[in-house]
């Protein structure tokens, strides 16, 4: 099954060209480490991408949690994004009808389409939002990752929900890079991406919901392709440095569920 399928060998099942792109990149600079960038600040945002480039394959926004958001952002994002070789994922999570998640993701201040190659994307309002996605003016190769399960304590998604999402994703192969979960889903589909939050070594949540697991666990236990790690990155004195352990935990947990 997927687990024990290698990135690289994963690039040429991927049908979706992201997907494909990110397996590429993770087997090229042997990290399944994804930076969730929650900062507030441009320049600190453009300061993390550079410190932590080297280490990622994912660098995570929410753009609208920017306080002095200007367009002039994204031109360097992207270029320190092309320059350490890593993918820009908006963590949107769109839910709206398919028109209005058009104009979400291509029109106001932020441009999604124009830039981020990534978007997630929830299925509770169902087809329309990815056909919206799919039809959209913006970047030619896109990919949408589908919220299946959360790591919030107390969520209201349950077994139906998560399979329902499965069932909707597999209705777009081309369009979907992969799945946002906590446990290991679609074992058969090894061209899909497991996207994995709430992982952290320091704490085992926050005072808002939050439930984190060790790098370890995610990908020996939950299943995880690429890890999600925010605060445990951004809140170090030193980003670099904790961006570089956590690569190492992950990289030696997928290497150790290879010979599995
Ligand atoms: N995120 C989660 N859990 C989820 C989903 C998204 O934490 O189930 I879906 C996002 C929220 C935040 C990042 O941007 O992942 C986790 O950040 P911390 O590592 O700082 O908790």
């Known amino acids: 099954d997927r687990l024990t399928l290698s990135f690289l060998t994963r690039t040429n099942l991927a049908k979706n060209p992201v997907a494909a792109e990110l397996f590429q ?7 399944n480490l994804c930076v969730a960038a929650d900062l507030t600040i441009s320049t600190d945002i453009l300061n993390l991408a550079e410190q932590v480039g080297p280490y990622i394959c994912v660098f995570k926004t929410h753009i609208d949690i920017i306080e002095d958001f200007h367009p002039n952002l994204l031109k360097p994002l992207q270029e320190i994004a092309e320059r350490h070789n890593f993918i820009l994922f908006e963590d949107r999570k769109f839910a709206d ?35 919206a996605i799919k039809e959209s003016v913006g970047l030619e190769k896109r990919g949408v990752f589908l919220l299946a399960e959360t790591s919030a304590a107390g969520s209201l998604i349950n077994e139906n929900y998560t399979e329902a999402t499965l069932t909707l994703a597999e209705q777009y192969p081309e369009l979907i890079a992969g799945i946002v979960c906590q446990s290991p889903l679609f074992l058969q589909t090894p061209g899909l991406i497991q996207l994995t939050p709430g992982v952290q070594l320091e704490a085992k949540s926050d005072n808002l919901g939050q439930q984190y697991n060790s790098p370890e666990s995610v990908i020996l236990e939950k299943g995880a392709d690429v890890a999600v790690v925010g605060r445990g990155i951004t809140k170090s004195a030193k980003p670099e440095i904790a961006a570089e352990k956590y690569k190492n935990l992950l990289w030696a947990a997928y290497s150790k569920r290879l010979q599995k």
């Not at 990149?25 to 990290?31: L, P, S, V, W, Y």
């Not at 291509?106 to 299925?123: D, E, M, N, P, R």
């Open 25 to 31: 990149i993770m087997a090229t600079k042997q990290t």
């Open 97 to 131: 009808i398919g028109k209005t998640v058009e104009l979400q993701y291509s029109k106001g201040i932020y441009q999604v389409s124009s830039w981020a190659k990534l978007v997630t994307a929830h299925s509770i309002t169902g087809k329309g939002v990815l056909d």
